[in-house]
């Protein structure tokens, strides 16, 4: 118990992420190892019951295989990295970690490619697989980095992470950060190994990326993560994500933080804590194992989302503590689950200010009987004030045996109406509840026009 103690949190309460290694007497299943410092020699059990032992040990020394530095004045400029096999760098996540932001997130600014200080940098086509550490690493400033078409599999933290640079606490505008980087057809699953609070791609103090076309499943936590709103700009289009949080909860296939308000100029080129709008669209996602969060789990303050066009399979709109100006859009939400059944929820805080309100209009939400079409459990929905100002919901089609008597809306104070009586004070005048569930065949069929559409795909 002499190392470590700087990791991050886990998401678990039940410690399976607590090991030891190095025990002689443990030494008794497949892949297990003792090393005796005092005699110099290793003990190895194979994962073979046919073939004799391996007769090559690799044992790696370095964290960082490629390492391109440079400063924000005089940065590296067009490098490519194609077409290689990265593997086998040693484990680090024993060593300190640093807070990039007001997320959950604790991490170390290494990866088995590192870059700080460059521009216009490509890493396509290679294969990142059984790494110890992150397998790219943004640091600090970098400009128009290029990650396209990479494998990344059996890593011990994430696929690809991105951590800038501020000043005095919030201040961004002096640029230091990773931005218009593009992270496009990569195909990542089984990360995580070590550390689980990992994804396949993260980002902190980064702003204006461009995610587009990968494929992520089997993660232990969410696919994508942004660990608070830095700047915006964001745009997040065709991915597909499913089999996410697999090893923990509390969690959805996407997940945001937004616990600090940062000053950028990127919104309208005047210092501002207001982010640009990141731009999520287009996207296919599973919420299942235990993404009870669902397809975008905006958590604690997030801010500033557009999202529309998604195909979201147990996901619906997700908003808590102080979040706001967030809206889902003409999306097809299938049995959506937020830590209940639900199509819109505001929950565990009071209805955002006028001027802010959360939004969900235009959309197809999909429930089983009696499930909640509406919870805003920090509203009075007597308080027509509360209601009007804070949340704009209409012209939305809900499928739902019973129609509208079928479809409940939740208030503060373990309030209860039918989407009917809601209508009849006045709200939400313009949506349309359909008795009864559309058929698998109609849904897909739903999802693949609006997926593949050209209705604001760009």
């Not at 090559?56 to 590296?76: C, K, S, W």
């Not at 400009?143 to 919030?170: D, H, P, Q, Y």
Request: hydrophobic share 35%; glycine share 10%.
């Amino acid at each position: 118990f002499g190392a470590g103690g700087h990791q991050g949190g886990e998401g678990a309460d039940t410690a399976q992420e607590w090991y030891i290694e190095n025990v002689l007497e443990e030494l008794d299943a497949p892949n297990e190892f003792f090393f005796d410092e005092a005699t110099s020699q290793l003990y190895f059990y194979p994962n073979d019951t046919e073939s004799p032992p391996p007769t090559e040990v690799v044992v790696p020394q370095l964290a960082n295989i490629f390492e391109i530095r440079g400063t924000m004045d005089h940065p590296v400029r067009n490098i490519s990295i194609d077409n290689l096999v990265f593997t086998a760098n040693r484990p680090t996540y024993m060593e300190s970690h640093g807070v990039p932001s007001g997320g959950d997130w604790a991490l170390q600014r290494l990866g088995a490619v590192l870059l700080e200080g460059t521009e216009d940098i490509s890493i396509s086509n290679n294969t990142f697989v059984r790494l110890e550490t992150h397998a790219v690493f943004l640091s600090g400033y970098n400009r128009r980095t290029s990650i396209m078409k990479n494998e990344f599999a059996w890593l011990g933290m994430s696929g690809v992470a991105l951590w800038g640079r501020v000043k005095n606490g919030n201040d961004g505008t002096g640029g230091e950060q990773p931005r218009f980087t593009t992270f496009e057809s990569n195909f990542c699953y089984q990360i995580g190994m070590y550390q689980k609070q990992s994804s396949c791609f993260f980002q902190a103090v980064s702003a204006q990326t461009r995610l587009a076309k990968n494929i992520a499943f089997d993660l232990p936590r969410a696919a994508i993560n942004f660990n608070d709103g830095f700047g915006g700009g964001c745009e997040m289009v065709d991915n597909l994500l499913f089999n996410t949080c697999r090893e923990s909860s509390d969690h959805g296939a996407f997940n945001s933080w937004d616990r600090l308000p940062y000053i950028t100029s990127i919104r309208n080129g005047k210092p501002s804590t207001v982010p640009a709008e990141n731009d999520m669209h287009h996207n296919f996602i599973v919420a299942n194992y235990a993404a009870d969060g669902g397809c975008f789990d905006h958590d604690d303050g997030s801010a500033y989302y557009d999202m529309h066009h998604n195909f979201c399979v147990y996901g619906g709109h997700k908003s808590d503590f102080d979040g706001h100006s967030k809206i889902s859009r003409n999306s097809l939400h299938v049995f959506p689950f937020v830590y209940l059944p639900v199509c819109f929820s505001v929950s565990t805080q009071g209805p955002p200010p006028k001027g802010y309100a959360e939004t969900y209009v235009n959309n197809t939400c999909i429930l089983h009987a009696n499930e909640a079409y509406i919870n805003i459990d920090g509203t009075d929905l007597t308080d027509f004030t509360q209601v009007d100002d804070g949340f704009v919901v209409g012209h939305n089609t809900i499928y739902v045996p019973g129609g509208a008597d079928g479809a409940m809306v939740k208030g503060a104070n373990d309030q209860v109406v039918t989407a009917k009586k809601f209508k009849s004070l006045g709200h939400d005048e313009t949506s349309k509840f359909i008795d009864g569930n559309p058929t698998a065949d109609m849904i897909l069929s739903w999802a693949k026009d609006m997926l593949l559409g050209e209705e604001e795909h760009h």
